[in-house]
């Protein structure tokens, strides 16, 4: 069982950043695959950007490549989303997820797990 709980959230401006956190509890955060998705008011949730066990391999949706990094830390169970250059558009909340395959990282029913989430609002 693993359990997420999402951090860093908040209001920023448009061109501003934010990073948010994804504390995971267990010994075994190391061999889960991350990732964070988002969901926009009244949209359907979507992937953002995931890595894997050992942080060697990520990958992004085309919207937020060149503004957005994702990194682990596996000494302190904690997996991360760096943001930049943030726009209006970037306004949901943003959920991170582990899965213990790296096969089809975008996919939603690749997860196992799931945290609460953590609002972001990105002002114009």
């Known amino acids: 069982q693993v359990q997420l709980v999402e951090s860093g959230g908040g209001l920023v401006q448009a061109g501003g950043s934010l990073r948010l956190s994804c504390a995971a509890s267990g010994r075994t955060f190391s061999s889960y695959a991350m990732a964070w998705f988002r969901q926009a008011p009244g949209k359907e949730r979507e992937f953002v950007a995931a890595i894997s066990w050992s942080g060697g391999s990520t990958t992004y949706a085309e919207f937020v490549k060149g503004r957005f990094t994702v990194s682990r830390d596996n000494a302190k169970n904690t997996v991360y989303l760096q943001m930049s250059s943030l726009k209006p558009e970037d306004t949901a909340v943003y959920y991170c997820?582990?899965?213990?395959?790296?096969?089809?990282?975008?996919?939603?029913?690749?997860?196992?797990?799931w945290g609460q989430g953590t609002e972001v609002t990105v002002s114009s």
């Open positions: 997820a582990a899965a213990r395959t790296f096969v089809r990282p975008s996919s939603e029913g690749e997860y196992d797990y």
